[in-house]
């Protein structure tokens, strides 16, 4: 298999190049700290994406933020503030949604080719007990729309073509350190495993879904 991950230098995006090369699947990375991959930059994200040649049997997005480095999560209304919450949906909505803008030249056309993009349970609305979080929530709500709507873009060009939101769980990494409280966390190389397991048995027919690390649909 070839894979071309996205956000290759963060927790989960390192971990799922690491399982993937250990699999003996050739892998082409994308990241900040390598190769001035800025999602917030249209013009970067056009650059670096135009720069790597497909096919690709597997794009694979882990980018996002749960909060901008001056700011973080809400926790009421009145903590709303514009200027973090532009940053947020720049980097979990929009910069997912101009990677998309290429997959149809990325994926094999007549072959089995999977885009999945990291989402996050706390997205689900109807998921949704306890509030806050308005940022982060909106953005990986919005980027599951995003989602829902290319899978079926992609499906009229590339019949088996496959394009979800997936929910890692609560990793391990730098990006969660803060926030983790009490929930249960699991190890980047983990996580990896159980999201390339949900990804390999995947079928097209689930195409625009949103499903969890083991491999269970999440409530829009």
Same mark, same amino acid.
Do not use: T
């Given at each position: 298999m070839r894979a071309l991950v996205i956000g290759a230098s963060g927790g989960i995006g390192a971990a799922i190049s690491g399982a993937l090369r250990d699999g003996g699947d050739k892998v082409v990375e994308l990241s900040r700290s390598a190769?001035?991959?800025?999602?917030?930059n249209p013009e970067s994200v056009a650059r670096c994406m135009a720069a790597v040649e497909g096919p690709f049997d597997l794009i694979?997005?882990?980018?996002?933020?749960?909060?901008? /480095?001056?700011?973080?999560?809400?926790? =009421?209304?009145?903590?709303?503030?514009?200027?973090?919450?532009a940053r947020v949906f720049a980097v979990n909505t929009i910069g997912p949604a101009l990677v998309l803008r290429h997959a149809a030249d990325l994926l094999p056309k007549d072959n089995r080719g999977v885009v999945a993009v990291l989402s996050a349970r706390?997205? =689900?609305?109807g998921d949704n007990q306890i509030?806050?979080?308005?940022?982060?929530?909106? =953005?990986k709500?919005? /980027?599951?729309?995003?989602?829902?709507?290319a899978a079926i873009e992609l499906g009229r060009s590339h019949k088996q073509s496959i394009c979800v939101a997936l929910h890692p769980g609560t990793v391990e990494t730098a990006f969660t350190a803060k926030?983790?409280?009490?929930?249960k966390t699991v190890p980047p190389a983990q996580a990896a495993g159980n999201l390339l397991s949900v990804i390999a048995n995947l079928t097209p027919d689930q195409s625009g879904g949103f499903y969890d690390y083991a491999g269970q649909e999440v409530a829009w």
């Open positions: 190769d001035g991959f800025d999602v917030g694979f997005v882990a980018i996002g933020i749960l909060a901008p /480095l001056w700011g973080a999560p809400e926790k =009421s209304l009145s903590a709303i503030k514009a200027d973090q919450m706390v997205g =689900s609305i509030g806050g979080w308005y940022s982060y929530r909106a =953005s709500a919005a /980027l599951n729309q995003i989602v829902h709507g926030y983790a409280d009490r929930h």
